[in-house]
């Protein structure tokens, strides 16, 4: 475009705007051309595990793109997952990195799995553990007031109550008529919701209370045989049971004569002495538990009426082994980290890892060995 006066001419030039494809890091163009225009846009895609680092595309402009086309790898930060752990632990998880996890006890994956991947957009599926909630209760001699027009809310989430009542012959632990089923992370509560009622009338060939007296599911009572009579076990004590009184509350006479064969055998325990054939009437023997198991009960049992009385069981020690402390993060308080034994009944107390902390909601660091199982506590 050209001026012209007497004295001059400006004459203005203008000059065509053109950019070459940039170079994209872990990346590639989409369609490129040789050169592109002003105002002209740059597409660009990232390769597998990265993304753009501001968006997917460039700008032509009189100073060059309007940003320098980047992909950066893409990672996940560790997850904080509460009331659970996981494994393995990494500083950054890359792409397609994946980690499994398990829930604290009364604690359920919220998906349903516990295994977790990065990706591009994050952790998927989230790892997230959430109350168990409590399924349509099922139980044995009751049900649930109007469960029909109830079960089609399940499940129920923790904190709900139902008021249920049992058949005849059973009743809630509470001895009451009905009661109410709770929903708690443990579960239904009470866990056996109907027991059995037994009642007591008399023994007989025995000193009895002659009046009706009720008892439930797990209750004993100690009765007194005539001399030369025995209940059916030899011993003195009846137990309600689910099926009634164990052993029937009448008394036997004992048959002094019988004989027993071979006390009976017993699982991780044995008797002290060799095994006989045959016993006289009255006869004692002695058991004793392997190494690490617990002896419950009476050590020494009777030949009566031809019979054994009870033998006594061997509790299962606990093993506490090494790769089980380290995915609880956990170690020995005291005492150096090696495969532990300790017998049932007896306590062990645990402590976080260096740089851990007790996860929220962990079991106590005190516990105790039940019949081989231990309530581990768990550190994040």
């Known amino acids: 475009i050209s001026f012209h006066n007497k004295h001059y001419t400006i004459t203005l030039l203008h000059l065509e705007i053109l950019c070459t494809p940039p170079r ?14 002003e105002n002209e846009r740059y597409h660009y895609k990232c390769k597998h595990g990265y993304v753009p680092k501001e968006r997917g595309d460039a700008v032509c402009t009189g100073s060059g793109w309007s940003s320098q086309p980047f992909c950066e790898e893409k990672t996940c930060s560790p997850p904080y997952i509460l009331n659970g752990i996981y494994t393995p632990h990494r500083i950054i998880h890359r792409s397609d990195d994946e980690i499994r996890y398990e829930c604290n006890y009364g604690f359920h994956p919220v998906t349903g799995s516990t295994v977790s991947k990065c990706t591009l957009t994050g952790w998927i599926p989230i790892p997230r553990c959430t109350l168990k909630p409590c ?23 923790i904190g709900n109550k139902y008021s249920y009542y049992c058949d005849n012959g059973f009743s809630p632990p509470s001895g009451y008529s009905w009661d109410y089923l709770r929903c708690t992370a443990q ?19 025995g000193d009895s209370a002659y009046w009706e007296k009720i008892y439930v599911q797990g209750q004993s009572l100690k009765v007194h045989c005539y001399n030369g009579y025995s209940l059916q ?20 006479r004992i048959n002094s004569t019988g004989k027993c064969g071979p006390p009976p055998p017993i699982d991780n325990g ?8 045959v016993y006289e009437p009255l006869s004692s023997v002695e058991y004793q538990c392997q190494k690490y198991y617990l002896l419950k009960g009476k050590k020494t049992i009777t030949c009566r009426n031809g019979k054994w009385s009870e033998p ?6 606990c093993v506490i082994p090494e790769d089980i402390m380290e995915r609880h993060n956990i170690i020995l308080r005291w005492g150096e980290n090696k495969k532990v034994y300790i017998q049932s009944g007896e306590d062990i107390e645990f402590a976080c890892k260096p740089r851990y902390r007790e996860s929220r909601g962990s079991p106590p660091f005190l516990t105790t060995c039940i019949n081989g199982h231990i309530n581990y506590p768990t550190c994040v």
């Open 24 to 37: 994209v890091e872990n990346g590639d163009g989409i369609n490129v051309k040789p050169v592109y225009k």
């Open 135 to 157: 399924e349509f209760p099922q139980f044995k001699y009751g049900r649930l007031y109007y469960e029909e027009s109830l079960r089609p809310n399940f499940p129920v989430s």
């Open 187 to 205: 579960g239904w509560e009470p866990e056996v919701p109907c027991v059995r009622k037994c009642v007591f009338h008399y023994v007989e060939n």
């Open 233 to 252: 076990n030899g011993q003195d004590l009846m137990t309600c049971t689910e099926n009634g009184w164990s052993p029937p509350p009448k008394c036997i």
């Open 270 to 277: 044995d008797i002290t002495s060799l095994s006989l054939p």
């Open 312 to 317: 006594p069981t061997c509790l299962h020690a």
